[in-house]
Every structure is written in C-alpha cells, then in structure tokens.
C-alpha cells in the first residue's frame, strides 16, 4: 500500500491518494494536501466544509455526495465549485483525510 507523508508523518493511502485510515489526519496536514490539490489557502469556508465532511464521515462512515454537502455544510454548490474546483466531495474528503465518498469517480 502507498504511503504520503504530511506535516512530516507518513500515512497509508489509496492509490488516489485518499487516507486508509482517518485516525491518522490532523489538521496541520490539511494546508499540505490542499496544495497538492491546486488550493493555495484554505479559507474558513474551506475548513467549514473540511470539518463537516470528517463529521459527516464520522457518523455515517462515508462522506455526503456533493448534493449532500450542498444541503447540509452551510455552503451553496455554487460555492463548494469555487472552493474545490477539481469537484467539491472528492476533493474536500481527501483534504479532510477521509476515504473517497461513495458514488464519487
């Protein structure tokens, strides 16, 4: 299995890059992967949805769809676009250290 090192501590990863497990992201990895993702900064609204995902993940072992998030992080689809550009539910669960959502490609 591939491993990534973030924040300086190698982690088990997916060949998609997506974390195997998620007990091992801290939020001081979430700038480094973000980068690798093409985001420079993440903004509060990035962080928003970034915590809402490992909640959501949390709860019901997979993160939400991009419709879902839209309903349920406090963030338009439209916004969650500008945020994620490379789509908004992959995206923000590799930054948040999730597995990769059901239903996303």
Same mark, same amino acid.
């Given at each position: 299995?591939? +491993?990534?090192?973030?924040?300086? +501590?190698?982690?088990? *990863?997916?060949?998609?890059? @997506?974390?195997?497990?998620?007990?091992?992201?801290?939020? #001081?990895? /979430?700038? #480094?992967? &973000? %980068?690798? /993702?093409? =985001?420079?900064?993440?903004?509060?609204? $990035?962080?928003? *949805?970034?915590? $809402?995902? %490992? $909640?959501?993940? &949390? #709860?019901?072992?997979?993160?939400?769809?991009? %419709?879902?998030?839209?309903?349920?992080?406090? *963030?338009? =689809?439209?916004?969650?676009?500008?945020? @994620?550009?490379?789509?908004? &539910? !992959? =995206?923000?669960? !590799?930054? /948040?250290? =999730?597995?990769?959502? %059901?239903?996303?490609?």
């Amino acid at each position: 299995m591939p +491993t990534a090192t973030y924040a300086g +501590t190698p982690v088990p *990863v997916t060949e998609d890059g @997506f974390f195997t497990d998620p007990d091992r992201w801290t939020e #001081e990895m /979430a700038p #480094e992967i &973000a %980068r690798e /993702a093409g =985001i420079d900064a993440l903004t509060d609204q $990035h962080w928003q *949805v970034i915590k $809402h995902m %490992r $909640h959501e993940y &949390a #709860e019901k072992g997979t993160g939400p769809t991009v %419709r879902a998030l839209g309903r349920t992080s406090g *963030v338009t =689809i439209k916004q969650l676009y500008q945020l @994620f550009p490379k789509g908004p &539910a !992959k =995206i923000a669960a !590799k930054i /948040a250290g =999730i597995p990769k959502p %059901r239903g996303c490609i």
